[in-house]
């Protein structure tokens, strides 16, 4: 059981001990510890506390190195190639769902690894879970078949108050802990403070539209599309007086160009392409098809067509326009509750170049 010393993985762990299973914890170390930000050591020790409760062992496994090389570097790289990366879509892809697998499970065939993920299984496919509100599968779409036969999701079919309700029921401690937020590595802190730390500032011109200069930006790897607040613009004379929002980052010259009023037709895009897209199954269903997709996590499923290109490429036409794709976010595919794959966005058409 992978236990994070949330309420999630503690009743996935109480659920596998009723239902007979040989359950034992293990407890990701994925970041610097002595960080303040980082809720690592609160979080072991929440987790000893569970395991004493459901009476289960508990094994520590450092995986720091291997988060930072292959999750945490690749999310400052992005970062500086004018992208919005999605560091959670790596650590599943990378580190729960592959090195965990490898150190905790080994060549020992009987044994699955169980998390607290609100996600569904049926084989090798990944279907959404019950609870809609907290579905997590957008950020698990990476995960290959082959690896997801070795897991099981016992809250896939729960809605979070059931899992509370179970947790306090059970007497364990962790019932009423709130949801974790963010990222390990950045905690309960600025966003653009922490990456500030990491990615120097380089500061250039904001820009409308027509070219005016509305003020200057801190560098566009603090900034993303359809970005609102933290802009420094204000209100302007002869402004409509609708907010202002990041339309686009070009890279070639150091802008941020900036629109004004949520409706723009420079945030709206009707296609979009992807970089090689991931199956789950480990094949597109078909060269060209229809299905249902979202380009962010919790959005309500958008209906589109998707076309396989070569290299794996895809390209994306929705029926409705989006707001704000992203370049370097994610596009995942679905049929009905089955999580298909997905790829990371690599551009955008916007309306206003239709």
């Known amino acids: 059981m992978a236990l994070s010393g949330g309420v999630d ?33 609160e979080d072991f020790f929440d987790a000893l ?8 062992e508990l094994e520590a496994v450092d995986l720091a190195r291997r988060y930072r090389e292959q999750v945490f570097e690749v999310f400052l790289e992005h970062q500086m190639q004018g992208l919005t990366p999605n560091p959670d879509v790596l650590c599943n ?20 690894l169980a998390t607290g993920h609100y996600a569904r299984r049926r084989g090798r496919e990944l279907l959404c879970a019950v609870d809609g509100n907290k579905d997590q599968t957008y950020f698990m779409h990476q995960v290959r078949g082959d690896a997801l036969e070795r897991v099981v999701f ?32 950045i905690g309960e802190r600025h966003f653009r403070s922490f990456l500030r730390q990491h990615i120097a500032p380089q500061p250039g011109l904001i820009l409308d539209e027509s070219g005016v200069c509305l003020g200057e930006h801190l560098g566009l790897p603090y900034y993303t599309l359809g970005q609102r607040q933290g802009l420094g613009i204000g209100g302007l004379s002869g402004g409509s007086g609708a907010p ?4 686009e980052k070009r890279l070639k010259d150091n802008i941020l160009l900036v629109v004004q009023g949520a409706d723009h037709p420079m945030l709206h895009a009707r296609e979009l392409r992807t970089r090689c897209a991931d199956w789950i199954s480990g094949a597109p ?9 979202r380009i962010r996590h919790r959005q309500p499923l958008q209906a589109c067509r998707v076309q396989v290109l070569d290299g794996g490429l895809c390209r994306v036409e929705f ?5 704000a794709p992203t370049p370097g976010q994610s596009i995942v595919f679905y049929s009905g509750e089955v999580c298909l794959g997905g790829a990371v966005i690599a551009s955008r058409t916007t309306l206003s170049r239709l």
């Open 49 to 56: 506390a569970i395991c004493e409760r459901l009476n289960i």
């Open 285 to 293: 269903p078909a060269a060209e098809f229809d299905c249902l997709s």
């Open 9 to 41: 993985s503690a009743v996935s762990a109480l659920l596998l001990k009723n239902d007979g299973w040989d359950v034992r914890a293990v407890f990701m170390r994925n970041w610097d510890g002595s960080d303040p930000h980082c809720t690592v050591r």
């Open 319 to 323: 029926a409705r326009p989006q707001w």
């Open 93 to 112: 892809t990378e580190i729960k769902f592959a090195a965990l697998i490898e150190q905790a499970l080994g060549a020992d065939s009987d044994a699955v």
């Open 154 to 185: 016992p809250i896939g079919h729960l809605r979070k108050p059931q899992v509370r309700a179970l947790a306090a029921e059970a007497g364990i401690p962790v019932a009423d802990k709130r949801d974790s937020t963010g990222l390990c590595f």
């Open 244 to 247: 202002w929002y990041v339309a």
